[in-house]
């Protein structure tokens, strides 16, 4: 089963085509990076794939089925600047929200519900801050708090549009371990990610996107010069140019 297929996928903001003929197809199981310069497109892949953009064309299918938005089994964790962290809540009922698609939005959570959102707070070290309001949280521990809330989903898919940016090391630690529990228990994992240094020892699968697909694979195939160099315009320096395979180091 795949994971994700998208099919001759075209995004436009007024006049500027943002994506074009976007195709590709990813199996289940794969913890995938989405990788690219500034513009590229990769925030407004994961968004229209979620069905938060109206113009755009092509067809999107995850877990082989058009996405429905009431769809539990697909997380999403934004972009921190994305988020109000001003709005009067704690890092508990946070993660409750992530519990809606299992309690609905009218019904009170029951115990079972508040005890696997402290177990998934637990899991990202943040279970001694259920009760603090998040806008009084660092950023590091803001995206643990969200990362809690789509691990209360108990999805399959779980889109991340840029985890890492603004975290400490600690936390990014943190997050790529648990992105690789997730996968280790077969669940599918897209993150966009920023960091070529780290790109090969995160990720299993990788997108290179550049308004179209440059390549898609497993990492030791698509993760090579060649293409980053057609990902990228020609603009990257490469230190070490005795690998057989062309990898960045």
């Not at 029951?110 to 707070?121: F, H, R, T």
Request: glycine content about 8%.
């Amino acid at each position: 089963m795949n994971a994700l297929q998208v099919k001759s996928l075209t995004v436009a903001y007024e006049e500027k085509v943002v994506l074009n003929e976007v195709n590709l197809s990813v199996p289940m199981g794969r913890l995938t990076g989405i990788i690219g310069p500034n513009g590229a497109g990769k925030s407004t892949l994961i968004k229209a794939i979620l069905n938060q953009l109206p113009n755009k064309s092509g067809a999107v299918h995850v877990l082989e089925r058009p996405l429905n938005p009431k769809d539990r089994t697909v997380g999403y964790v934004p972009q921190r600047n994305a988020v109000d962290w001003d709005f009067p809540t704690n890092s508990l009922d946070v993660v409750l929200m992530g519990r809606y698609g299992h309690t609905g939005m009218i019904k009170k959570p029951s115990a079972k519900d508040k005890q696997i959102a402290m177990d998934c707070l637990k899991n990202v070290g943040m279970e001694s801050f259920s009760d603090r309001s998040i806008g009084q949280l660092s950023g590091g521990q803001q995206q643990r708090v969200f990362l809690a809330r789509a691990l209360a989903q108990e999805a399959e898919v779980y889109f991340m549009d840029e985890p890492f940016v603004g975290v400490d090391a600690a936390t990014e630690r943190t997050i790529i371990a648990i992105l690789k529990d997730l996968k280790a228990k077969g669940k599918s994992v897209f993150v966009v990610h920023h960091d070529l240094q780290t790109a090969s020892d995160y990720f299993d699968w990788i997108i290179l996107l550049n308004q179209s697909v440059i390549a898609s694979g497993p990492t030791e195939k698509t993760f090579t010069e060649e293409n980053l160099q057609d990902a990228y315009g020609g603009k990257l320096f490469f230190m070490d140019q005795t690998k057989s395979n062309k990898t960045l180091s």
